[in-house]
């Protein structure tokens, strides 16, 4: 047999093709996508991105002037921080950026306007929720999920304390009281607004691993919402459960641990008194807010009407934030947020904007459900839902669902991209080597 020359034609085409094989990306593994080396400021801005998400639940930690929160000092710095995600264009980011510009005319033409009300108008509509994500697009969504939940519950131990006259209440907040007990507000503003807050987090109980952990954080949740006696809880309670049930794999055992927190529940607010006043401490509290739901919806009635009267002169431009609460207070009686979130945005920034702002909640909700991310696609309709009945806030903790929302696109879109690039280097593989097969035949004839 003669000796091959290493300068042969047919030999160099194939060490070509098996080094060309060799060199081709594989297969996507572990290893194949493995993580860039942490550096000193992503540590700092993942340290800052999860101090704001512990936070961002507990308002009422604040300056008492101010709308900044103890929250905004790290979510700031966290979205800075990590604004490289933000150099590419989201189309759920559009309608609000549309919106920004009517939001800001009509502040800056509203008489009455001041310089705080715009810069909390810029910072909320214009920098956190278009570019909020940015700050928790690294976190898993288990760690968000446990952030989230811990500080709730630790909001609603608080909420207890203070229903049951154990814990005093913060200056920034402003809580009820009525005959032995108050409604409760935790570490949020208002009672009202801790239901809000609250709502939401029922749906990152699946992500929670450990069962009992489960079961503590339910009855906290559960504790809080009815530590602030409101009325929206009976709509949000029992769907809520339906849904934690549904996913939850330990039925029997929640169950259980439900029944036992519920009387031990009734004793601590008992005192030690017979179970007869037990029963007239709670019928009293029944009838106490039975007495107020008529002339609570009559009065949610006329300050929709009011509103609704002065939408004709809000088609393009709204009245702004202090524009907004002279007309209500004037001809409404009450604030200026029409304790409806959507009519009080409505008189604030104008149709064309509050119909831009909906178009991005609506685009937040049909792109988390396109991606098949349903839970995050509940959590921010029950959301959305909740803050109908609540007044516009100029503090961050009351859009954090929105921005959670938007990570979790971005998360997932990312995700999606990385497995069709896989999925491409995996069928171009048996393209080269049936390329390098041909080459060497060619040469060979």
Not at 47 to 74: R, V, W
Not at 310 to 336: D, I, K, N
Request: with cysteine; charged share 15%.
């Amino acid at each position: 047999m003669l000796p091959v020359s290493k300068h042969d034609p047919l030999l160099m085409d194939k060490n070509a093709a098996r080094t060309l094989a060799f060199r081709a990306p594989r297969s996507a593994t572990p290893t194949s996508f493995a993580p860039a080396p942490v550096t000193l400021t992503m540590q700092i801005q993942s340290f800052c991105a999860q101090a704001a998400l512990f936070f961002l639940p507990l308002p009422a930690i604040k300056y008492t002037e101010t709308s900044l929160t103890l929250a905004d000092l790290f979510l700031i710095p966290a979205i800075l921080l990590n604004f490289s995600h933000a150099l590419r264009l989201r189309a759920f980011q559009i309608p609000f950026l549309l919106a920004l510009p009517l939001n800001l005319l009509s502040h800056m033409l509203d008489p009455d306007g001041r310089l705080v009300p715009i810069l909390q108008m810029v910072y909320l509509w214009g920098f956190l929720i278009p570019f909020g994500w940015c700050a928790f697009v690294n976190l898993s969504p288990q760690r968000i999920a446990y952030l989230l939940l811990i500080a709730s519950g630790l909001s609603c131990i608080v909420a207890m304390g203070q229903f049951a006259g154990y814990v005093g209440t913060l200056p920034t907040q402003k809580i009820i009281d009525y005959k032995d007990s108050s409604r409760a507000a935790g570490l949020v503003l208002q009672c009202n607004s801790l239901t809000m807050a609250l709502t939401p987090c029922f749906l990152f109980l699946p992500a929670v691993r450990q069962a009992s952990l489960r079961i503590v954080l339910l009855l906290l949740l559960l504790g809080g919402i009815a530590s602030t006696v409101s009325k929206s809880a009976i709509l949000a309670v029992p769907g809520l459960l339906f849904y934690f049930f549904w996913r939850e794999p330990e039925k029997a055992r929640v169950l259980r641990w439900l029944v036992a927190a519920s009387v031990l529940g009734l004793l601590v607010f008992n005192r030690g008194a017979s179970l007869a006043e037990l029963v007239d401490k709670l019928n009293a509290v029944v009838e106490f807010r039975l007495s107020n739901a008529n002339s609570s919806i009559d009065d949610r009635t006329h300050l929709a009407e009011v509103a609704f009267d002065h939408s004709s002169e809000c088609l393009l431009l709204g009245y702004g934030t202090e524009g907004t609460y002279t007309v209500m207070t004037s001809q409404g009686a009450m604030g200026q947020t029409v304790h409806v979130f959507y009519l009080g945005l409505l008189l604030i920034e104008g149709w064309t904007a509050v119909c831009l702002t909906i178009l991005g909640f609506l685009g937040l909700l049909a792109s988390l459900w396109s991606l098949r991310k349903y839970n995050d696609a509940i959590m921010l309709g029950t959301h959305l839902l909740a803050i109908s009945v609540t007044t516009v806030l100029y503090l961050s903790y009351q859009y954090y669902p929105f921005v959670i929302a938007a990570a979790a696109i971005v998360r997932a879109q990312a995700e999606r991209t990385a497995g069709s690039q896989a999925q491409s280097t995996d069928n171009a593989r048996p393209r080269l080597a049936r390329t390098a097969r041909r080459t060497a035949s060619r040469s060979a004839a």
